[in-house]
Nanobody
Framework: QVQLVESGGGLVQAGGSLRLSCAASGRTFSSYAMGWFRQAPGKEREFVASINWSGGRTYYVDSVKGRFTISRDNAKNTVYLQMNSLKPEDTAVYYC???????????????????WGQGTQVTVSS
């Protein structure tokens, strides 16, 4: 059984930083692309960033480029999202997700991911 457990969320002032972590178990982590998504109140869940199985390719939504960095440590079965220069509009519940197919690059389509974490709240105050 695959489990994804996020941590690292919290309350931060605008301009601050947070690092989210997502620990995976139950599947060969190093074979699967991973993604981070977020959902603000009253809004659809949206793609934030993704990383391929080896960590060699990353993708970001335009609104976070230059501020967020996705990375992974396959030895620790963990994917990270370093978030800098946070803005109030970054406030949301952040979810990590595991891609459904091994050795695929990744995708911004949430339907391409078959396992999800429970989410961690990120709140950015102005």
């Amino acid at each position: 059984q695959v489990q994804l457990v996020e941590s690292g969320g919290g309350l931060v002032q605008a301009g601050g930083s947070l690092r989210l972590s997502c620990a995976a178990s139950g599947r060969t982590f190093s074979s699967y692309a991973m993604g981070w998504f977020r959902q603000a109140p009253g809004k659809e869940r949206e793609f934030v960033a993704s990383i391929n199985w080896s960590g060699g390719r990353t993708y970001y939504v335009d609104s976070v480029k230059g501020r967020f960095t996705i990375s992974r440590d396959n030895a620790k079965n963990t994917v990270y999202l370093q978030m800098n220069s946070l803005k109030p509009e970054d406030t949301a519940v952040y979810y990590c997700a595991m891609y459904s197919r091994a050795y695929y690059y990744s995708s911004a389509d949430l339907n391409a991911y078959d396992y999800w974490g429970q989410g961690t709240q990120v709140t950015v105050s102005s």
